[in-house]
C-alpha cells in the first residue's frame, strides 16, 4: 500500500501561483506513475498532470504551459507548480499513485483562484 500526503493549497489571485506537494510513504519502491487529478465543483474528476518513474511527463491540454510536474525521489515526494492561475483551475487537487494494478489516493487540497 501507498500512502499520500497532500499540501499547498490555498487562496490566490488570477495570474498568482501555488505549489503543491505530495508526500509517498508505504510501498513507494513499487510506483510506476505518479500524478495530481482535480475536481471542481459539479464536475468529473479530471487528470492534470502525470510523471513516470522514468521522468515522463503528461499534461492535460488547459494547463500545458503553465504548470509543471516533478518528483524529488530522494525524497518521495511529487510537486505540482501552477502558474498563471485562472478562476477555471479552483477545484480539489488530489495526489494519485499507481503500482501494479492498484492505485491510491490523498485526501485532496483545495486550490481556489479568484478573478
Known amino acids: 500500500q501507498v500512502q499520500l500526503v497532500e499540501s499547498g493549497g490555498g487562496l490566490v489571485q488570477a495570474g498568482g501561483s501555488l505549489r503543491l506537494s505530495c508526500a509517498a510513504s508505504g510501498s513507494i519502491f513499487s510506483i510506476n506513475v505518479m500524478g495530481w487529478f482535480r475536481q471542481a465543483p459539479g464536475k468529473q474528476r479530471e487528470m492534470v498532470a502525470l510523471?513516470?518513474?522514468?521522468?515522463?511527463?503528461n499534461y492535460a491540454n488547459s494547463v500545458k504551459g503553465r504548470f509543471t510536474i516533478s518528483r524529488d525521489n530522494a525524497k518521495n515526494t511529487v510537486y505540482l507548480q501552477m502558474n498563471s492561475l485562472k478562476p477555471e483551475d479552483t477545484a480539489v487537487y488530489y495526489c494519485?499513485?499507481?503500482?501494479?494494478?492498484?492505485?491510491?489516493w490523498g485526501q485532496g487540497t483545495q486550490v481556489t483562484v479568484s478573478s
Open positions: 494519485n499513485a499507481q503500482y501494479g494494478f492498484q492505485s491510491s
Open positions: 510523471i513516470s518513474s522514468a521522468g515522463i511527463t
